[in-house]
């Protein structure tokens, strides 16, 4: 839905701002019948900065290109005053520990048909001192039901967002330098939860398309025991890698089918006209498609961030790996978080920081559980 090249369609004191152009599959997306909502899934976003002496201040706008989604002058700046003015008194508060405390609001704007999910903070500038700030993420009030399952995804996005923000403004005393770094990030976000919102599962669950649907489906009866008894160890967060999208897909489905309506909604299928996506922490399950000369490979600091451990199933070698359990993993999580903080405050004296996180590392698993044997002899015998 967004472009990664964005241009700035003008310079407007005392905030600068940014255009993000639809893209030209617009009129596909409008065409589809599966229930995916028309338009972008966000409009625009706002960086807003508490002045002491003009009030809010609009330091960036990331707005639509297109006049059909664009959000309206009066909007934003409704927005900009509404997000911050509540925040008058809290400037000391929030200032003890800059870029430390993010609190989010979310403000339902039925007058401007706008959901915006607002994320309040501070950073300490070096000509100004500490400042109360707000990152916003404005969408279509008819997307609220398509966000509200996706808002801890997004809420753990925007605090790694605002603390590399706030990282930027205590290195940078001009608020223009800091914009020249940080305005692609905003696009590059919204991109991302388009593409997972278009491609989540949003339909009743239902046997069809899974490995349920039909006797054939479940030849390989020991793998498939193996791919769910590892997907309930790890919390039912799995990543499915192999050649074919719809072979992805249908075990997708089929893990998918163990979570609950909201945890469905965190979930991401491969879509056949783009299958050249990443992997994104804290997704539920998704899928990703490996070339056939080369097998995928999953930053290990990516897999750190997740909140939830993983499984990795492989469909065209018929292996099923897995992270360090729960209470493991959230341990090798906070010390990396901790890591890229320090790292991103104090660039200079952490440079011996590793990046690569320690004990965060797939290990082949043969677990087959005897509760799961049962449950899939329950289902060929019904085929």
Known sequence: MFSSKDSFSGMRSPHRCVSLPIKARLSEVEKRSDGTPEGPFFTAALLSMWDNIVGPRIQCEWNMFDTAWQVKAETVEYVANHTLNGEICRTEELAAAP???VENKLYVLSDHQVLVSAFIFSCFQATQG????????LLPLQNK???LPLHKLCEQRMKECVDRLSALYQQHSDHRDVLDQFVDEMPAFMKLMDGIH??????RPTTEGTAFHSSESLQDMDFLRRCITSHLQTCCSSIVVGKSAAEVNKILKTLALFLSPHERQCCRLVDSDNPDVTYE???YVQGLVQDASANLQI???DIARSRLPSSLIDLDHLTVKQTNQMHKHDVVRQEYLEMQHMKLQRPNEHQDVPNQPTMCRFHATSDRSELVQ???QEVSCGQ
Not at 130 to 137: I, R, T
Not at 198 to 203: A, S
């Open 374 to 376: 049962t449950f899939l």
């Open 198 to 203: 278009r491609m989540t599962l949003r339909e």
């Open 145 to 147: 039901s398509g966000y």
């Open 99 to 101: 870029g430390q405390i």
């Open 130 to 137: 500490p400042c109360v700030f707000s990152l916003c993420l």
């Open 299 to 301: 930053p290990e600091q």
């Open 281 to 283: 922490p804290d997704l």
